[in-house]
């Protein structure tokens, strides 16, 4: 096992709640009945109380991911994040559904210190919207951002589903030139993808081809760049370097703690895994089992994760750093399998830096699944 390390510098918190199912997830999610929001914050703030009782946070980041965050109540974030110690530098964001927006919580938010909102617009489509199985539309789409600019939100993330079934490259295209009109400073971009225990999983056979599915996402980057936008990992971009400090963590495989109901984190070289399941999760905590199901992160493991998650990120790895931090010359261990990739031009080096090229985003995972 390694040594503790020095401090940690990332804070995740599941909220576990949804007011309805969206067609296509298969996240854990419940409908929470009365009282059982106040119930998960009670039992959150213990977790949370363990963390920061034990381990040395030194936050840059918070996120509040789900679910919907969205539907915490004043009192409910002002006692989440009374328990964590961070200053005005710390990324704060908060996940929101555009129809939770409103003047009132967007002060909240602020006042909380929340800084950063990842808002699930998904699409500028009212029938795509309604295929997917969204509780908001267009309009709330177009109100939710502009409250949230009128509240005084500088850094706002938008999100964007493409890949439906019958959906046209002119469709994406007019989603996305609604978004810039918006001017969010972040954007995710998600392919559509239905496992088989979502509602939509009927319509599996009816999504795009890969094909059609390639050119999407080469449309999207390619409007995005022709508007001064930066790619900065396979499906992020942002305007004027407003990356996610929070997910860039995660590609840079910092360590972080994850509190609440399905949520991971990766403390000391032990990865862990909350119960995805409110009551087991509620009794794990109540009865002291803090980190559960966890794995020892084995360095072997932690260097095939290192680099496939740095090779998410457009600008890749140093192959120096990865010296330092492996003791391994990346080129000669790995000589074989560059020089495959180099060849099909799906993989780069330059200055220093091995990356994936522009040819091998769309079939990252052809590439990357040679290093695991
Ligand atoms: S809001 Fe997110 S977590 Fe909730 S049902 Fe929709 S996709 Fe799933």
Request: proline letters at 3%.
């Amino acid at each position: 096992m390694r040594k503790e390390i020095e401090q940690i510098r990332h804070f995740y918190i599941h909220v576990p709640f949804c007011l309805s199912k969206c067609g296509y997830c298969s996240f854990y999610s419940k409908e929470p009945e009365a009282g059982e929001i106040d119930n998960y914050c009670r039992t959150l703030i213990k977790e949370i109380a363990y963390y920061r009782t034990n381990k040395k946070l030194a936050l840059e980041s918070i996120y509040f991911g789900g679910g919907t965050p969205s539907l915490l109540s004043k009192t409910q974030i002002e006692s989440i994040l009374n328990e964590l110690t961070f200053d005005s530098a710390c990324e704060v964001t908060i996940e929101a559904n555009p129809g939770d927006v409103n003047p009132a919580l967007a002060d909240v938010w602020l006042q909380a210190g929340i800084n950063r909102i990842s808002i699930g617009l998904q699409s500028m489509q009212p029938e795509e919207l309604r295929i997917l199985g969204r509780r908001h539309g267009v309009e709330e789409n177009y109100a939710a951002v502009n409250t949230l600019r009128e509240s005084g939100f500088t850094n706002i993330s938008f999100d964007l589903i493409y890949g439906l079934p019958q959906q046209s490259l002119a469709d994406v295209k007019y989603s996305l030139e609604e978004y810039m009109k918006l001017s969010p400073e972040h954007l995710s971009t998600y392919c559509l993808s239905l496992a088989d225990d979502c509602r939509l999983a009927y319509l599996k056979k009816q999504l795009p081809d890969d094909e059609t599915e390639s050119e999407m996402y080469y449309m999207i980057r390619q409007v995005l760049q022709q508007n001064g936008w930066q790619q900065y990992e396979l499906s992020s971009f942002s305007r004027n370097n407003r990356h996610s400090v929070h997910n860039s963590a995660y590609w840079q495989s910092r360590e972080y703690v994850g509190c609440g109901p399905s949520a991971s984190g990766y403390i000391s070289g032990i990865r862990y895994q909350n119960s995805a399941n409110l009551n087991l999760w509620r009794e794990q905590v109540l009865s002291g089992r803090f980190m559960p199901n966890n794995e020892e992160i084995d360095e072997t493991l932690r260097e095939k994760e290192y680099i496939i998650l740095a090779l998410r990120t457009t600008q890749g790895f140093k192959s120096a750093d990865f010296k330092k931090e492996f003791k391994i010359d990346f080129r000669e261990k790995y000589s074989e399998k560059l020089v495959k990739f180099q060849n099909l031009k799906l993989l780069e080096l330059a200055d220093g830096y091995i990356r994936l090229t522009p040819e091998g985003y769309f079939i990252s995972n052809e590439v990357l699944s040679e290093f695991v």
